[in-house]
């Protein structure tokens, strides 16, 4: 599967993006798709995730109750709705899919990544 991550851009804080991951070659519902970010000189970290043929999710504890992740199966797409965004929130923002028996937030579990979308929040 390919995806192509999109929806990045400038906010100021408190405001709101939405980032969409798009996939081809693929059904993404088949797949748990995770949100990872990354800030230069740091390791990429788990942001969320939902997991395949379900609408279970799991987000990191600096984005609970900020975040939403969800499908959209007939667009084969996944979104992170990101609320409430703080200037911490500033990263390249990846997304990813794995299949069975994966950890959620383990980076190398998932095998297709996006390309990257650029969040910066303004303070």
């Known amino acids: 599967v390919q995806l192509q991550a999109s929806g990045g851009g400038l906010v100021q804080a408190g405001g709101s993006l939405r980032l969409s991951c798009a996939a081809s070659g693929g059904t993404l519902s088949t797949y748990t798709v995770a949100w990872f970010r990354q800030t230069p000189g740091k390791d990429r970290e788990f942001v969320a995730a939902?997991?395949?043929?379900?609408?279970?999710?799991h987000y990191a504890d600096s984005v609970k109750g900020r975040f939403s992740i969800s499908r959209h199966n007939a667009k084969n797409t996944v979104y992170l709705q990101m609320n409430s965004l703080k200037s911490e929130d500033t990263a390249v923002y990846y997304c990813?899919?794995?299949?069975?028996?994966?950890?959620?937030?383990?980076?190398?579990?998932?095998?297709?990544w996006g390309q990257g979308t650029l969040v910066t929040v303004s303070s």
């Open positions: 939902i997991v395949r043929t379900s609408t279970t999710t």
């Open positions: 990813a899919t794995g299949r069975r028996g994966i950890v959620l937030t383990r980076e190398v579990d998932y095998t297709s």
